[in-house]
């Protein structure tokens, strides 16, 4: 019912910049939340920032001071800033949302896209 498309993986060595995109679609009501998850090759799936429907942001310790996420509501998408990239944001970036659609509220997870940072 609602589909998220996300945009913006690629390769990129260290010390460079990717901007990933996130746009939903579908029968939504409204957004409550949307963010980005990764997972790393052997790790679990871990928060990375998201930003809620007041603009309220919270980001991980781990990618803070160098990752900014915004958003543009008109458009129901959600962008990820990723500055000075290290080899251990290496992973799949997965676009989350909670939103309210089909009468009640609801997850939804994109496919995923790869960011590999080469050192």
């Known amino acids: 019912q609602v589909q998220l498309v996300e945009s913006g993986g690629g390769l990129v060595q260290a010390g460079g910049s990717l901007r990933l995109s996130c746009a939903a679609s579908?029968?939504?009501?409204?957004?409550?939340?949307m963010g980005w998850y990764r997972q790393a090759p052997g790790k679990q799936r871990e928060s990375v920032a998201h930003i809620t429907n007041d603009g309220t942001t919270v980001i991980a310790d781990s990618v803070k001071g160098r990752f900014a996420i915004s958003r543009d509501n008109a458009k129901n998408t959600v962008y990820l800033q990723m500055n000075s990239l290290k080899p251990e944001d290496t992973a799949v970036y997965y676009c989350?949302?909670?939103?309210?659609?089909?009468?009640?509220?609801?997850?939804?997870w994109g496919q995923g896209t790869q960011v590999t940072v080469s050192s």
């Open positions: 579908g029968s939504i009501f409204s957004i409550n939340v």
């Open positions: 989350n949302t909670n939103c309210y659609t089909g009468g009640s509220v609801h997850d939804y």
